[in-house]
């Protein structure tokens, strides 16, 4: 079982516990569990491994949950989600991967229409028999229905996060084999895809090795698919298919370019290759008309032979890259050591799990200058957000703090902020002159998800032009795989934002990776910059910075174009309203 296999059953507690209408605190701790587990970088079963009391260092797990962790390690079970289930008709949770539809509704689904699976929710939608609940008119019918549709497209992706640990895990797995040489992951892994289909793992190794024996040796494999000298197929626990391709020493690089793709990227180097006279494949680059064997070996090689410079992965989608490569003007990519501190931080005082301290020391450890704690605001009961008074009373604990490190002479600061709810009529959740006194003003949208998206881009368009702002966050607040982004302009924002002199987030939490790739590189070509920020709500969650950053490495963002990439000064400077 491996962290997201465990984050995935006190998910589903919490929504079997929310549908049958159980206590809501109860409900939020099994789904902060969760959230722990899966953004926890180490696996749980290493920990173990250490002593059970190793697990009662991690934040945001209680005994209760602790058991429940040993247990799921010891036999692959909860027994407690196991009874839960059994309360339920089998298909009633699928509902749930239905775009707005939460465990209330299902329950509300359920009672009222007697709905027990995606089908007969599309088949009542079909049927009109939704228009009558309480809530919902023939507009949330269509809705449902465009859902489904949705659910069904995207269904059998994986997140990258949950990918990126089997792939090290697999990885370390297959080199423990003596003779294996190279374990590369290719696909859309190695291009840092939000959403990942299989995993796509080349090898080469010494003559003779029974590398694809010990391929599907691997404790994970449910099922065999196939098995072969050159490429094997297998289905893990987990659902997630992976093909194994053992190759040549002399076509490694020529492989890896192939199955790194993306296809569409690929079939543009072919078509250039083939203008040139060359035939390119997995196997190498070949004169088209006497068949000799040009390059393979690395991808410099393969990319040199079509007149290109070497193109990073990231930007690999057939969005322009060719044509940067052949002139030589790819540009620079941010890399995770520009990264100069996190602008976007929980702390206890509102939902995190973490004190002030824990937060800074770990930021500290990662190398940063500095962090901005970024509270909820008082609209936000749910997270704790704070009053006026507590803002203020915080505003000094950082103070405070603050002297502490520059008496102890650290060179490290942190950054008063908040993350101040944008209301639905787009006014900001606290007065002008309170956000005024922080450094970091991070503006978010935490409410109405689903309106028009006129309203939603008035809204939040109205919140940039107060000139409060300094940092517009998750702008399209989806949820990869479970919610869709808001029907937001984001032509429109991003030249709000340029005009107004504000920094667009892209939030590096797995789920959310927003802005995405594209948004990124409209950003980039308005000239807004844009900070990449983790949004933890704990220590661990800081290391998600690495998602962001190759999100905006596949959004063509170099140093320049990102706001906290810059130290502290130039950074304070920048947050300077004025
Ligand atoms: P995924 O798995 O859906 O997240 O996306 P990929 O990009 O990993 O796609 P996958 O696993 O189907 O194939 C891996 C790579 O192999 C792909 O990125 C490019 C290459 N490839 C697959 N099929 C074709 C093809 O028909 N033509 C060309 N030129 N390349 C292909
Ligand atoms: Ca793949
Ligand atoms: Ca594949």
Same mark, same amino acid.
């Given at each position: 079982?491996?962290?997201?296999?465990?984050?995935?059953?006190?998910?589903?507690? !919490?929504?079997?516990?929310?549908?049958?209408?159980?206590?809501?605190?109860?409900?939020?701790?099994?789904?902060?569990?969760?959230?722990?587990?899966? $953004?926890?970088?180490?696996?749980?079963?290493?920990?173990?491994? $250490?002593?059970?009391?190793?697990?009662?260092?991690? @934040?945001?797990?209680?005994?209760?949950?602790?058991?429940?962790?040993?247990?799921?390690?010891?036999?692959?079970?909860?027994?407690?989600?196991?009874?839960?289930?059994?309360?339920?008709?089998?298909?009633? /949770?699928?509902?749930?991967?239905?775009?707005?539809?939460?465990?209330?509704?299902?329950?509300?689904?359920?009672?009222?229409?007697?709905? +027990?699976?995606?089908?007969?929710?599309?088949?009542?939608?079909?049927?009109?028999? /939704?228009?009558?609940?309480?809530?919902?008119? =023939?507009?949330?019918?269509?809705?449902?229905?465009?859902?489904?549709?949705?659910?069904?497209?995207?269904?059998?992706?994986?997140?990258?996060?949950?990918?990126?640990?089997?792939?090290?895990?697999?990885?370390?797995?297959?080199?423990?084999? +003596?003779?294996?040489?190279?374990?590369? @992951?290719?696909?859309?892994?190695?291009?840092?895809?939000?959403?990942?289909?299989?995993?796509?793992?080349?090898?080469?190794?010494? +003559?003779?090795?029974?590398?694809?024996?010990?391929?599907?040796?691997?404790?994970?494999?449910?099922?065999?698919?196939?098995? $072969?000298?050159?490429?094997?197929?297998?289905?893990?626990?987990?659902? &997630?298919?992976?093909?194994?391709?053992? /190759?040549?020493?002399?076509?490694?690089?020529?492989?890896?370019?192939?199955?790194?793709?993306?296809?569409?990227?690929?079939?543009?180097?072919?078509?250039?290759? #083939?203008?040139?006279?060359?035939?390119?494949?997995?196997?190498?680059?070949?004169?088209?008309?006497?068949?000799?064997?040009? !390059?393979?070996?690395?991808?410099?090689?393969?990319?040199?032979?079509?007149? /290109?410079?070497?193109?990073?992965?990231? &930007?690999?989608?057939?969005?322009?890259? %060719?044509?940067?490569?052949?002139?030589? +003007?790819?540009?620079?990519?941010?890399?995770?050591?520009?990264? #100069?501190?996190?602008?976007?931080?929980?702390?206890?005082?509102?939902?995190?799990?973490?004190?002030?301290?824990?937060?800074?020391?770990?930021?500290?450890?990662?190398?940063?200058?500095?962090?901005?704690?970024?509270?909820?605001? #008082?609209?936000?009961?749910?997270?704790?957000? &704070?009053?006026?008074?507590?803002?203020?009373?915080?505003?000094?604990?950082?103070?405070?703090?603050?002297?502490?490190?520059?008496?102890?002479?650290?060179?490290?600061?942190?950054?008063?902020?908040?993350?101040?709810? *944008?209301?639905?009529?787009?006014?900001?959740?606290?007065?002008?002159?309170?956000?005024?006194?922080?450094?970091?003003?991070?503006?978010?949208?935490?409410?109405?998800?689903?309106?028009?998206?006129?309203?939603?881009?008035?809204?939040?368009?109205? !919140?940039?032009?107060?000139?409060?702002?300094? *940092?517009?966050?998750? @702008?399209?607040?989806?949820?990869?795989?479970?919610?869709?982004?808001?029907?937001?302009?984001? =032509?429109?924002?991003?030249?709000?934002?340029?005009?107004? $002199?504000?920094?667009?987030?892209?939030?590096?939490?797995?789920?959310?990776?927003?802005?995405?790739?594209?948004?990124?590189?409209?950003?980039?070509?308005?000239?807004?910059?844009?900070?990449?920020?983790?949004?933890?709500?704990?220590?661990?969650?800081?290391?998600? %910075?690495?998602?962001?950053?190759?999100?905006?490495?596949?959004?063509?963002?170099?140093?320049?174009?990102?706001?906290?990439?810059?130290?502290?000064?130039?950074?304070?400077? &920048?947050?300077?309203?004025?």
């Amino acid at each position: 079982m491996d962290n997201p296999q465990i984050a995935r059953i006190f998910e589903e507690i !919490a929504d079997i516990l929310e549908i049958k209408g159980e206590n809501p605190f109860r409900v939020r701790s099994y789904r902060n569990a969760a959230l722990v587990v899966q $953004g926890f970088a180490v696996s749980l079963k290493s920990i173990v491994e $250490g002593g059970e009391e190793e697990l009662e260092k991690i @934040p945001g797990i209680g005994t209760s949950i602790r058991e429940k962790v040993v247990e799921i390690l010891a036999t692959g079970k909860c027994k407690f989600h196991d009874g839960l289930l059994k309360e339920l008709p089998p298909g009633l /949770l699928e509902l749930l991967r239905i775009s707005g539809v939460g465990p209330k509704k299902v329950a509300l689904l359920y009672d009222k229409v007697g709905i +027990k699976s995606v089908d007969e929710l599309e088949k009542a939608a079909q049927a009109h028999k /939704l228009c009558g609940l309480p809530g919902m008119g =023939e507009k949330s019918e269509q809705k449902i229905l465009k859902a489904v549709q949705e659910a069904k497209r995207v269904s059998g992706r994986f997140g990258l996060s949950t990918v990126r640990t089997v792939a090290e895990d697999y990885k370390s797995h297959i080199k423990k084999l +003596k003779g294996v040489i190279d374990v590369e @992951p290719s696909g859309s892994l190695r291009r840092w895809k939000e959403s990942i289909g299989d995993l796509d793992i080349l090898v080469t190794c010494k +003559k003779g090795v029974p590398v694809m024996d010990h391929f599907v040796s691997y404790p994970e494999v449910s099922e065999v698919v196939a098995k $072969g000298d050159t490429k094997s197929t297998v289905i893990l626990t987990n659902g &997630l298919q992976v093909d194994l391709r053992v /190759l040549d020493k002399k076509s490694f690089g020529s492989a890896l370019q192939y199955f790194t793709g993306s296809k569409a990227h690929n079939i543009a180097v072919r078509d250039r290759a #083939k203008r040139m006279g060359l035939k390119i494949s997995e196997y190498g680059v070949f004169r088209e008309k006497t068949g000799k064997w040009m !390059a393979g070996r690395t991808e410099q090689d393969v990319y040199g032979a079509v007149g /290109l410079e070497w193109v990073p992965p990231e &930007l690999r989608e057939n969005r322009g890259e %060719i044509e940067a490569a052949e002139a030589s +003007k790819l540009p620079g990519l941010i890399e995770l050591k520009h990264i #100069k501190g996190d602008l976007h931080v929980h702390t206890k005082e509102s939902d995190g799990a973490n004190t002030l301290e824990e937060m800074a020391e770990a930021a500290m450890a990662m190398g940063y200058e500095y962090i901005a704690v970024t509270e909820h605001s #008082k609209g936000l009961a749910i997270a704790r957000g &704070l009053e006026e008074k507590r803002l203020l009373k915080h505003i000094e604990t950082i103070d405070r703090f603050n002297e502490r490190l520059k008496k102890k002479g650290v060179k490290f600061r942190v950054l008063k902020g908040t993350e101040v709810d *944008i209301r639905s009529d787009g006014t900001l959740d606290y007065k002008s002159s309170l956000l005024e006194r922080l450094d970091c003003v991070v503006g978010a949208v935490h409410s109405g998800f689903d309106m028009p998206g006129k309203d939603m881009t008035r809204r939040i368009l109205k !919140a940039i032009s107060t000139a409060k702002l300094h *940092i517009l966050a998750h @702008p399209t607040g989806r949820l990869i795989g479970t919610r869709e982004p808001y029907a937001v302009d984001m =032509e429109k924002v991003i030249n709000a934002a340029k005009k107004y $002199g504000v920094f667009l987030e892209l939030n590096a939490y797995p789920e959310r990776l927003d802005l995405n790739d594209i948004h990124c590189k409209l950003a980039k070509d308005t000239g807004v910059l844009v900070a990449i920020s983790t949004d933890a709500h704990n220590t661990l969650h800081l290391k998600n %910075i690495v998602y962001g950053v190759h999100t905006a490495r596949r959004g063509w963002l170099g140093k320049k174009d990102v706001l906290n990439a810059g130290g502290l000064k130039e950074v304070l400077k &920048l947050l300077k309203k004025g």
